[in-house]
């Protein structure tokens, strides 16, 4: 008894909020930037469910994918197709519509449109228009795994977000040379795929010590968030097959703060000078490393700050 009672107080409760955000404003010839849940079909919110059942049309990164959401939701607003292959014609239909005076839904796959995901052409293409943009906030991969990885306080909210490496080892070292070397911890996004090479090859331009949260499947059944270090990262991936499948988000934690100021000492220092008279940032971090023995990652960030200092 006791158990409905609860059930009708929290059916109640939806109803009278449910009105209120119906009663919201809800501009015409407006694009709607709505997240979508990252996994769990349970995380869309009632103003983004609003949004969708309002929209005169959606417009979908893909609609195979989003219809699976509406149908869940029960909604039945029509989908058009807006992904990277089209995104420029998707976005001359939509000012159209919009000029028309409808309502236009903008999703991808899951989480926030334009935001390592196709549409910011779109959002820039309206505003250049003149047309209303109202972005519908939801679910972040990003947001998320930093919930649950405590790399961050309220003393210390800084972080940054790198999106995806690129494919190839060679360029991706150097893009992860320049990012890590930040003082800051890095967020990126990885595939199941390269996920493996991805943490080897950080592995390599930051070091063994160096902290590493791993989220993956996030918000669904099979979730994990596991913080290890660098050298150990390849051991967990080989604990279990399932370990490599699902989207990552990756953290790489802030390098430990270089004592004395970020200096180091002028033996050091005086062999990174020498190394970058014919070598990369990277690649003299990499020797000087090998030689000194301190970590490649406080050497690279102090060969990078004194190559533009000097």
């Not at 998320?144 to 990885?149: E, F, G, I, V």
């Not at 996030?218 to 660098?230: I, W, Y």
């Not at 399932?242 to 005086?270: K, M, N, Y």
């Not at 008279?277 to 301190?294: M, P, Q």
């Amino acid at each position: 008894m006791q158990e409905n009672s609860a059930m009708r107080g929290a059916a109640q409760a939806w109803q009278r909020v449910a009105e209120q955000v119906d009663g919201q404003h809800w501009p015409a010839a407006t694009l709607y930037v709505v997240a979508t849940p990252i996994g769990n079909l349970g995380d869309l919110g009632l103003r983004a469910w609003q949004a969708l059942h309002r929209c005169d049309v959606i417009a979908a990164e893909d609609t195979r994918s989003s219809r699976t959401l509406l149908d869940a939701w029960g909604l039945r607003t029509p989908l058009i197709a807006a992904h990277r292959h089209n995104e420029a014609q998707a976005a001359q239909a939509i000012v159209a519509r919009l000029q028309a005076g409808e309502r236009v839904a903008l999703v991808s796959d899951a989480g926030a449109p334009a935001v390592s995901d196709p549409g910011a052409r779109i959002v820039r293409a309206v505003r250049e228009a003149g047309l209303g943009v109202m972005p519908i906030p939801g679910a972040s991969a990003v947001i998320t795994a930093l919930m649950a990885s405590g790399v961050t306080s309220d003393e210390n909210p800084s972080f940054v977000f790198a999106g995806f490496p690129p494919s190839k080892s060679a360029a991706r070292k150097r893009w992860l040379g320049s990012w890590c070397a930040l003082p800051a911890p890095v967020i990126m996004f990885e595939s199941p795929h390269r996920v493996r090479a991805t943490v080897g090859d950080l592995l390599e331009v930051c070091g063994a010590a160096r902290g590493l949260t791993i989220a993956r499947e996030l918000t669904k059944r099979h979730e994990q968030v596991h913080t290890l270090t660098l050298g150990e990262a390849a051991d967990w991936f080989g604990g279990e097959a399932h370990r490599t499948l699902g989207e990552f988000v990756l953290i790489v934690h802030e390098a430990p703060a270089v004592s004395t100021e970020g200096r180091i000492d002028d033996t050091a220092a005086a062999l990174l000078d020498a190394l970058l008279e014919s070598l990369s940032v990277r690649d003299a971090a990499k020797v000087a490393a090998k030689v000194s023995g301190l970590p490649r990652d406080t050497l690279y960030a102090w060969a990078l700050a004194h190559r533009k200092s000097g």
